[in-house]
C-alpha cells in the first residue's frame, strides 16, 4: 500500500514549456486534490476532483489544467510554463470513511527559469 | 472569508523543552480541526484531528485542544526531540459541500541540542 505518489519528484523547465504532474493513490478514495506550497503562503489548492470524471477550480487554478483519468489517477498540466510557477507541488486524495482525512503525495519540486 | 491563523511564525527551543502552537480560524460552520507535521521536502502527515465535541486530542507527546466557542487551538509538544524539527500545520473544514479545508500558514518549529 504506497498511500499517494508523484512523479517527477524534480523539475526544471524554460519559460514556456509543458509538463505533466503525475499523482497517484492506491486508497480507493474518491477524492482528490492538486496543492501548491510556496515559502510563506501555505498551501493553495489549485484543481480538485470530487469523484472520477469531474474537476473544480480550487483557489489559484490560472496556467493549470487537470485531468481525473480513472479513480487512481490526477495529472496537473502546465500548459506553457512560467517563472511564478515555481513551486512545491502536492497531491492529496481524501477518504471517504468518517470525517475524511486527508493524505498527501511527497511532492514534486517545480522551478522554471 | 475563511480563515486560518497560526502564531507564532517560528519557533526555536531547546531538546528536551515543551512548545505551544497556537492556532486560530473563522471556518463556519465548523467540521473538524487537523494538525499535520510536515518534515522538510515531505508531505504533511496528519497528527491529531478533533470534531466539534472533542477538546483535546493526544498522539504520543502531540496533545492538542481546542475551543469550539473562542475558535482557537494549541498544539502542544511535550519533551521536544531533535525529530520534531518541521513545519506544523493547522487545517479546518467547515461542514456541508464540497470538502475543501482551510489551510493555515503553518509553524515552522526548530528543535537545538
Known amino acids: 500500500n504506497a498511500g499517494v505518489t508523484q512523479t517527477p519528484k524534480f523539475q526544471v523547465l524554460k519559460t514556456g514549456q509543458s509538463m505533466t504532474l503525475q499523482c497517484a493513490q492506491d486508497m480507493n478514495h474518491n477524492s482528490m486534490y492538486w496543492y501548491r506550497q510556496d515559502p510563506g503562503m501555505g498551501l493553495r489548492l489549485i484543481y480538485y476532483s470530487a469523484s472520477e470524471g469531474t474537476t473544480d477550480k480550487g483557489e489559484v487554478p490560472n496556467g493549470y489544467n487537470v485531468s481525473r483519468l480513472n479513480k487512481r489517477e490526477f495529472s496537473l498540466r502546465l500548459e506553457s510554463a512560467a517563472p511564478s510557477q515555481t513551486s512545491v507541488y502536492f497531491c492529496a486524495s481524501r477518504s471517504d470513511r468518517g470525517i475524511g482525512e486527508q493524505f498527501f503525495g511527497p511532492g514534486t519540486r517545480l522551478t522554471v527559469l | ?113
Open chain 2, 1 to 113: 472569508k475563511n480563515q486560518v491563523e497560526q502564531s507564532p511564525q517560528s519557533l526555536i527551543i531547546l531538546e528536551g523543552k515543551n512548545c505551544t502552537l497556537q492556532c486560530n480560524y473563522t471556518v463556519s460552520p465548523f467540521s473538524n480541526l487537523r494538525w499535520y507535521k510536515q518534515d522538510t521536502g515531505r508531505g504533511p502527515v496528519s497528527l491529531t484531528i478533533m470534531t466539534f465535541s472533542e477538546n483535546t486530542k493526544s498522539n504520543g507527546r502531540y496533545t492538542a485542544t481546542l475551543d469550539a466557542d473562542t475558535k482557537q487551538s494549541s498544539l502542544h509538544i511535550t519533551a521536544s526531540q531533535l525529530s520534531d524539527s518541521a513545519s506544523y500545520i493547522c487545517v479546518v473544514s467547515s461542514s456541508g459541500g464540497s470538502y475543501i479545508p482551510t489551510f493555515g500558514r503553518g509553524t515552522s518549529l526548530i528543535v537545538h541540542p
